[in-house]
């Protein structure tokens, strides 16, 4: 944790801030301006929590190139700090308070508003998500943790970020990945796509090296997990691997029900199950409601 206060990748731990700026004071207050309040940037420190964790180096010597010349115009969003009153946690802009600390400046403006952690992380996720700069895995483990830290739904997580909620599914599901494919979907090397065609293949990881290797794209990836999925039925005769469309609705049943719901369907039928798990009395008592209640 200490060493995200010092700026995640973007600075030398052993460094510290004090090596790249002027010694302005450590606690020297805010200071009003024409453009709004300004702030010593030893006294910001980045949210641990912000669903961006990657930074690319390039883009932040491109900025503080510009931040030298010009200066930040878009104050940062920041907050007092919950665990140090004397500090500011950045909310929204922490790329740029990368980049001033490059270009060696003294103080950045900010705008302090007094938000929860929840606030803090939907403005963190809505900056990020619409600015199209969280790879597809930061972007899916953004959403798990406003479901899994603040209890919210995918309806939920959907309508505070203005996305669909099939959207929030489908990119919940990239975490199930294995850590190989998921890292290399976030450095970009396997699209979303590619990811999504993935996750119904028997050996995701053997998979995505054949992807990579053939520079195949998704619809050929698509084409591919397919070909293997018979081609194993067919030898080992175990039941075929179930297609991206199942696993969809799956989760979209899951979803509207708040209960796990699994589709098994029979190979070369029409028909199939489906079973709804309830973790509660509570759960099958509302099960029952809503079954009675369609006619």
């Known amino acids: 944790m200490a060493e995200n206060r010092t700026g995640r990748r973007g600075l030398n731990p052993n460094r510290g801030l004090k090596a790249l700026i002027a010694d302005t004071g450590s606690r020297e207050p805010l200071r009003q301006t024409s453009a709004g309040q300004e702030v010593p940037i030893d006294r910001l420190v980045p949210n641990p929590n912000q669903p961006r964790k990657s930074f690319d180096q390039a883009e932040l010597e491109e900025l503080a190139s510009s931040v030298r010349e010009k200066g930040i115009i878009q104050p940062l969003i920041v907050r007092p700090d919950p665990e140090n009153a004397e500090l500011f ?24 508003r007094d938000y929860s952690d929840v606030e803090t992380l939907e403005i963190g996720m809505i900056e990020n998500v619409h600015r199209s700069v969280l790879n597809p895995i930061e972007e899916a483990a953004g959403y798990q943790q406003l479901i899994d ?81 018979s081609g194993r039925t067919a030898v080992s005769r175990k039941p075929a691997t179930k297609d991206s469309d ?19 369907h029979k190979a070369g039928s029409d028909s199939g199950q489906i079973t709804v798990a309830y973790r509660t009395l509570e759960d099958l008592d509302r099960l029952c409601s809503l079954l009675s209640s369609v006619r």
């Open 89 to 112: 946690q950045i909310v929204a802009g922490e790329r740029r308070w990368r980049a001033a600390q490059a270009a060696q400046l003294h103080r950045v403006p900010v705008l302090v």
């Open 149 to 229: 830290e603040y209890g919210f739904t995918q309806e939920m997580a959907a309508a505070a970020l203005s996305r669909s909620r099939s959207h929030v599914a489908n990119m919940l599901r990239l975490l199930n990945l294995p850590k190989f494919v998921k890292e290399l979907v976030r450095k970009g090397d396997l699209s979303a796509g590619h990811a999504r065609a993935l996750l119904t293949a028997n050996d995701p990881e053997a998979m995505a090296r054949t992807v990579l290797r053939k520079e195949l794209s998704v619809r050929d990836t698509e084409r591919l997990v397919k070909r293997a999925a």
């Open 246 to 264: 199942t696993i969809g609705l799956e989760g979209d049943l899951s979803a509207a029900l708040s209960m796990k719901v699994t589709i098994t």
